[in-house]
């Protein structure tokens, strides 16, 4: 039985509306694919750069730490190396102090001409000569000649040597000299310096380490304490 033309157009439309649902559906799973694969890339980009963000403040946080650890260790350094300056500012302002004491020993002529006795003689021990040249202020020639005897006396007891002391008025020992005398000998290519500015040089290179343990206690670091 042949179809009609009105059969025919039903069939068609019922087709193309069988078609279009196919390819609605079609569409739709396309869709719905397309925005499943859209949220997994998009969670992945999200975790990927958040990751990348945390490795990043991490990095962050340990350049902050580091710079702290280092700007504390340059303060603690800074803070000893001043410590120690005023440590050794006090030292030197100790030893300054007993320089401009030492001419107030010179204002007592019994204790300066045993002081002096005993300074001639310690270079005497020095020289072991038997010619030397002595200089001294010029205002203490005259108890620099009263100390010589028990100078001499002193070392001719321990040495059994005689010595010959010539005071050289020609060349005096400066104004700045507290006190205290110059031994040469050998026409001065031996010298011993007595004065009381050297002898305090001398003493104080000895006592330091010793005035620094009285006043900023021992020092842990010191190995050896000869």
């Known amino acids: 039985m042949a179809m009609s033309d009105q059969d025919v157009q039903k069939q068609i439309k019922h087709m193309m509306a069988f078609i279009e649902q196919e390819a609605n559906e079609k569409a739709e799973e396309i869709d719905a694919k397309a925005e ?19 490795e990043y403040y991490e990095r962050k ?58 300074l001639i003689a310690q270079g005497l021990f020095q020289l072991i000569e038997a010619s030397v040249v002595l200089r001294c202020r010029q205002n203490d020639v005259d108890l620099v000649k009263e100390s010589l005897p028990s100078a001499v006396r002193q070392y001719k007891e321990a040495t059994g040597n005689d010595v010959s002391i010539t005071i050289d008025t020609d060349n005096f020992l400066g104004n700045d000299v507290s006190g205290g005398v110059e031994l040469l ?16 040089a ?5 006592m330091i380490p010793e005035l620094r ?14």
Not at 185 to 199: P, T
């Open 61 to 118: 946080e340990k350049q902050v730490e580091l710079q702290k650890k280092i700007q504390s260790s340059n303060l603690l350094n800074q803070a000893r190396l001043r410590i120690l300056k005023m440590r050794e500012d006090l030292l030197r302002d100790l030893m300054e102090d007993a320089r401009k004491r030492l001419g107030q020993i010179t204002t007592d002529r019994n204790q300066y001409k045993k002081l002096l006795e005993g």
């Open 213 to 226: 343990t009285i006043l900023y206690g021992a020092n842990p670091n010191r190995k050896f304490m000869d």
């Open 202 to 206: 001398l003493m104080s290179q000895q």
């Open 185 to 200: 000998a050998q026409s001065g290519k031996i010298r011993v310096e007595n004065m009381l500015e050297s002898r305090l």
């Open 36 to 54: 499943e694969e859209f949220n997994i890339e998009k969670g992945r980009l999200v975790q990927q750069q958040r990751v990348k963000i945390m």
